[in-house]
């Protein structure tokens, strides 16, 4: 899960956007946000910014963490109806094929690897909870 080539501003703004919309799809917190993105927790105030508009950052880990949660996202959508809830609450709920642990748990503990083994998860199961 390499970082994407993004480097204009209007580009990290648009992934901002989208990363800050899932995570409101996702119903989670402001502490767990800026976990999952790399980002200090005193850094809420930024995230209101990114709702706002305002750029990522133009660091490699941060644009990539926030690729990532967007591909677990599409991953799930391709799983899933557009219509099943489960596109959005799958990431809370525990999923056998990750030792019973709910996905978001893994890549808040285990940040970028976990955000991989969420992905790999995906991508291998044959079926999902």
Sequence with gaps: M?????????E????????????KRWGL????????LG??????????????????PEEPEVLGRASGLLAVNQRL???FP????RVYTWVVT?????????PLDVMLEDGVPGIRRVL??????????
Aim: aromatic fraction near 6%.
């Design 2 to 10: 390499s970082p994407p080539p993004v480097s204009e501003p209007t």
């Design 94 to 102: 525990p999923e056998e094929g990750l030792e019973g642990r709910r």
């Design 29 to 36: 917190e402001d502490a767990q946000q800026t976990a999952l």
């Design 12 to 23: 990290r703004s648009y992934l901002a956007y989208n990363v800050t919309t899932l995570f």
């Design 82 to 85: 557009a219509d099943d809830p």
């Design 120 to 129: 790999e998860h995906l991508d291998e199961a044959p079926s999902l909870s």
């Design 39 to 56: 980002l200090p927790r005193r850094e809420k105030k930024q995230l209101e910014r990114f709702r706002k508009g305002a750029p990522l």
């Design 77 to 79: 959508a391709d799983r």
